[in-house]
């Protein structure tokens, strides 16, 4: 559900929070000067969490009329980790700016909204549970996120473009074909669908959100379901052959699709983003 807020700036700076990770750098690498990186000290208990405020409450008072743009989280790491992370940092924001006029944006994630299907006795992979963990400590910490009153969840369904996440479906897929070029022992891989955007939209639709000025949940997604498989079928005949019969079927958890509702990405069909994709798989498993 989306508002439009009262307020309206032309350039407002933002304060990146997880410059150096692999949302908040992308954002950083392509952006213009008005995005500032916030650096806070490592959060791994609770002492880090009260000193996170501290500098949380330094930085809005240096820079009062920006928006915070939380880009922390972790994918893979410790129920304690995942919890201080994807649930208490964005707590600890909404707690913070309560007393500010300052605009939160959290980035938070497809992984939130995937239903697992209780069908794991039919495939010989399991579904592992640190994806579970970490879409249920992202979907509370949107949930708290949007709690603040003037605040929009970015919600990212699955970034490409090169270099890709080392645990996604794209990297697998490229490690296999690498493996096939070298003439290595082939794995199988789970056949996932998934919506795919490039990571260069991020700034794009950062800025987009900065000057409507829009409240709420917006998800930043192509729209089409793309599946391992469609990407296989645009790579060379060659290499298709290789993969026939890797793909398992991912019959343990749904696909996951957005609704482009509110972002024209110049996204045009389903076909052009799977031929980019196979396009990334080959650089990658060549590099």
């Excluded at 913070?96 to 995937?114: D, P, T, W, Y």
Aim: charge should be neutral; proline fraction near 5%; glycine fraction near 6%.
């Amino acid at each position: 559900m989306l508002a439009e807020s009262a307020k309206s700036s032309k350039n407002p700076q933002t304060l990146i929070l997880g410059s150096n990770g692999y949302v908040g750098s992308r954002i950083l690498s392509v952006g213009t000067a008005r995005h500032v990186p916030l650096c806070v000290s490592r959060i791994t208990n609770e002492n880090d969490l009260l000193r996170f405020e501290q500098e949380v409450q330094h930085a809005i008072g240096m820079h009062p009329d920006a928006a915070l743009v939380n880009c922390l989280g972790v994918r893979s790491s410790s129920r304690k980790n995942m919890e201080l992370l994807n649930v208490r940092v964005p707590e600890t924001l909404v707690k913070v700016l309560q007393k500010s006029e300052m605009r939160l944006i959290h980035f938070g994630s497809a992984a939130e909204i995937v239903e697992v299907i209780p069908k794991a006795e039919s495939t010989s992979i399991a579904v592992p549970p640190q994806s579970l963990l970490y879409s249920q400590t992202k979907r509370r910490g949107t949930q708290i996120a949007l709690s603040h009153k003037d605040a929009v969840v970015l919600r990212l369904y699955n970034l490409h473009g090169l270099p890709h996440q080392t645990d996604s479906g794209l990297h697998q897929l490229c490690l296999r074909i690498r493996s096939s070029l070298n003439n290595d022992p082939l794995e199988a891989i789970v056949d996932t669908t998934r919506d795919y955007v490039h990571w260069r939209t991020l700034p794009v639709v950062l800025d987009r959100v900065l000057r409507s000025r829009m409240t709420g949940l917006v998800e930043v997604c192509s729209g089409f379901g793309i599946s391992i498989s469609d990407i296989v079928q645009e790579l060379p005949q060659t290499i298709r052959d290789e993969m026939s019969g890797l793909l398992i079927p991912a019959d343990y958890f749904s696909p996951v699709i957005g609704t482009n509702e509110v972002l024209d990405l110049g996204i045009i069909t389903k076909q052009e983003v799977a031929k980019e994709l196979s396009h990334e798989v080959l650089s990658c498993a060549y590099s």
